[in-house]
């Protein structure tokens, strides 16, 4: 099946670490993106991915890193220099632009212990 | 100039009643608008898009008005039913290129359905 794949589902992290968040999709979409979900807040972007080896920042992107070596992947770093990490993690991916259908992973939750 | 403003925050309908959500922007380069919805601990799913180009679509119990002039845009669910219960997102994007194509979303809307 044909999907975007996030992974895990769950994540803890402690005070200081740096974690990273899986995406994966076999759509064969060029775009990929990174959004941040907390109560209340919507859906705010965080990194963005319009082609291999190239990445842009989203409206949100101090304390995260990317990088997209391949087509299909599109991790995100949380690092230590993100003051509050704890949030639910949405990998998306569109066919270039997003004024077509972005098709969302399942998501990652992340918190900080 | 970014912002799609939504409301209401949270809604409640009984089953077989319509729900309304709207939402309004400004940039007026905006040329796709998308509604979405999500449930608990997944990741949204488009529900239903228009182009400026119409002013309504429907699919379904599901439909779109759009309003160019008044730079809004509403999702009307009929016979809302307690499967419908999610949060609804709505959002824009437009232009080509660099950050035009990017969605920006609304900020949500909780609907619950009570049987």
């Known amino acids: 099946d044909g999907g975007i794949t996030q992974s895990p589902k769950y994540l803890f992290r402690k005070e200081g670490q740096n974690v990273t968040l899986s995406c994966e999709q076999n759509l064969n979409h060029d775009a990929m993106y990174w959004y941040r979900q907390d109560p209340g807040q919507g859906l705010r972007l965080i990194y963005y991915s319009q082609i291999v080896n190239d990445f842009q920042k989203g409206d949100i992107a101090e304390g995260y890193s990317v990088s997209r070596e391949k087509k299909e992947s599109f991790p995100l770093t949380v690092t230590s220099a993100q003051k509050n990490p704890t949030a639910f993690y949405l990998c998306?991916?569109?066919?270039?632009?997003?004024?077509?259908?972005?098709?969302f992973g399942q998501g990652t939750r992340l918190t900080v212990v | 100039q970014q912002q799609v403003k939504q409301s209401p925050q949270s809604l409640i309908v009984q089953k077989g009643g319509i729900s309304i959500i709207n939402c309004a922007y400004e940039n007026t380069a905006f040329d796709y608008f998308p509604w979405y919805q999500q449930f608990p601990g997944k990741g949204p799913a488009l529900l239903i898009a228009?182009?400026?180009?119409?002013s309504e679509k429907k699919e379904g119990r599901f439909t779109i008005s759009f309003n160019k002039s008044a730079k809004q845009f509403s999702l009307h669910i009929m016979d809302s039913q307690p499967g419908d219960s999610a949060t609804y997102f709505c959002?824009?994007?437009?232009?080509?290129?660099?950050?035009?194509?990017?969605?920006?979303f609304g900020k949500g809307t909780k609907l619950s359905v009570k049987p």
């Open positions: 959002a824009a994007s437009g232009g080509v290129g660099g950050s035009q194509g990017n969605l920006i």
């Open positions: 228009i182009r400026p180009d119409v």
């Open positions: 998306a991916s569109s066919i270039l632009q997003m004024n077509t259908e972005a098709f």
